[in-house]
């Protein structure tokens, strides 16, 4: 690896070169994408990239193939990443099962547009967040960041990373046009000064290894191919050793440990940023570039005395469920701006249990809220 070439200090760049920028830091050396507005910024950082720190980038023929060498890539001991939009996160998502299935750390970065289908191309949307939890089938855990700037583009790919070693899967970073392509400052620490999570090697000896062991915790170590472990990896129910076994205890041992990884550690994964929570009457509840606009319109009905609130999700899977339970039993209402017609405010709605207003705020996609929107429907609560 080249460590001349990684970048460190400030630097100007947009939310795309900044997820390109933190998958290297965290020691990303294997890319395989194809392109699609408005992520294609993101590869073409990689392609530039990667050979000038020893990395490899591959421009595949179709998303569906991305994931799948990404996948391989990971098994083969490198740390690998890809990203797409809505229409390619569509055709990833049955590799995305199979990475979840085999325990497989990779990163996949979604800069969300407008759809469905090829919908607005080139215009933001944010419209992805049910399909990151749910578009493969089978049940799985899923952890999702959502960033709000260039800044936390490198900040949380970074993170992406960490989680996807920790806990074995693929880790989406749900950015979205308009955070990937916001041009501003972002400063990149120095390589010691970064947390980076490496790889856990095994400790058994090679003929006691168990690839995929889940008495524990946290997920095996995870063994090189080629470094001396017999390795088998299949998307079928499978042993301990990761050969089939089609039968119904299996399955329940499989998913229930895909599934309490991440649910049994949403305490150490869940971040959400708390903005003038403590005494707020109407908190808003909001992600991406819509927390950006959400967060000007609370500080002004601040600036007039009004009591209003914002959670920032920063973690969208897991959910922050019991920070919302916790504010239901104080607040009149959340209000809930997306670039969608309603998928985390279902998610809000579902977690306040009820005795509390969820007022959705919708936009299909191609354009933002404005901060004298969200201020006017806080205020109908004030």
């Given amino acids: 690896?080249?460590?001349?070439?990684?970048?460190?200090?400030?630097?100007?760049?947009?939310?795309?070169?900044?997820?390109?920028?933190?998958?290297?830091?965290?020691?990303?050396?294997?890319?395989?994408?194809?392109?699609?507005?408005?992520?294609?910024?993101?590869?073409?950082?990689?392609?530039?990239?990667?050979?000038?720190?020893?990395?490899?980038?591959?421009?595949?023929?179709?998303?569906?193939?991305?994931?799948?060498?990404?996948?391989?890539?990971?098994?083969?001991?490198?740390?690998?990443?890809?990203?797409?939009?809505?229409?390619?996160?569509?055709?990833?998502?049955?590799?995305?099962?199979?990475?979840?299935?085999?325990?497989?750390?990779?990163?996949?970065?979604?800069?969300?547009?407008?759809?469905?289908?090829?919908?607005?191309?080139?215009?933001?949307?944010?419209?992805?967040?049910?399909?990151?939890?749910?578009?493969?089938?089978?049940?799985?855990?899923?952890?999702?960041?959502?960033?709000?700037?260039?800044?936390?583009?490198?900040?949380?790919?970074?993170?992406?990373?960490?989680?996807?070693?920790?806990?074995?899967?693929?880790?989406?970073?749900?950015?979205?046009?308009?955070?990937?392509?916001?041009?501003?400052?972002?400063?990149?620490?120095?390589?010691?000064?970064?947390?980076?999570?490496?790889?856990?090697?095994?400790?058994?000896?090679?003929?006691?290894?168990?690839?995929?062991?889940?008495?524990?915790?946290?997920?095996a170590p995870m063994a090189i191919a080629g470094a001396g472990y017999r390795v088998h990896v299949t998307g079928l129910t499978h042993d301990e050793r990761g050969y089939p076994v089609i039968t119904d205890v299996v399955q329940e041992r499989n998913v229930r440990h895909l599934v309490d990884k991440i649910r049994k550690n949403a305490d150490k994964i869940i971040r959400a940023e708390q903005i003038h929570l403590d005494d707020a009457e109407v908190v808003v509840v909001a992600y991406g570039c819509t927390a950006r606009v959400a967060r000007q319109a609370v500080e002004d009905l601040r600036r007039r005395g009004h009591r209003a609130g914002l959670l920032r999700l920063i973690t969208l899977w897991p959910f922050p469920s019991q920070i919302v339970r916790r504010l239901a039993t104080t607040v009149k209402a959340f209000i809930v701006p997306e670039i969608n017609y309603g998928q985390m405010a279902y998610e809000v709605e579902r977690t306040a249990g009820g005795g509390v207003e969820i007022v959705l705020m919708p936009l299909m996609g191609g354009s933002i809220h404005t901060p004298e929107e969200i201020e006017e429907a806080v205020g109908e609560y004030l």
């Fill in 1 to 219: 690896m080249a460590e001349k070439d990684l970048l460190t200090g400030e630097h100007f760049i947009h939310g795309d070169a900044a997820c390109a920028e933190g998958g290297i830091a965290a020691g990303c050396r294997f890319f395989a994408g194809y392109p699609i507005t408005p992520a294609t910024e993101v590869a073409e950082r990689m392609a530039a990239r990667l050979p000038q720190v020893g990395g490899i980038f591959i421009q595949m023929e179709d998303e569906i193939a991305s994931m799948a060498a990404i996948l391989g890539a990971s098994w083969g001991g490198v740390k690998s990443m890809t990203s797409t939009s809505g229409p390619g996160f569509s055709l990833m998502m049955e590799n995305v099962g199979l990475g979840m299935m085999t325990e497989t750390p990779c990163v996949v970065v979604d800069i969300q547009r407008a759809g469905p289908s090829t919908g607005l191309p080139t215009l933001v949307g944010q419209a992805d967040v049910m399909q990151a939890r749910w578009g493969s089938h089978g049940d799985y855990g899923c952890i999702a960041l959502a960033p709000s700037s260039p800044q936390e583009c490198f900040d949380y790919t970074v993170l992406a990373f960490n989680y996807s070693e920790i806990y074995r899967q693929p880790v989406f970073v749900l950015a979205d046009e308009v955070v990937g392509h916001t041009t501003e400052k972002v400063v990149i620490p120095r390589r010691e000064d970064l947390r980076i999570v490496a790889r856990a090697e095994p400790q058994a000896p090679a003929h006691d290894y168990l690839p995929f062991d889940s008495a524990g915790p946290l997920p």
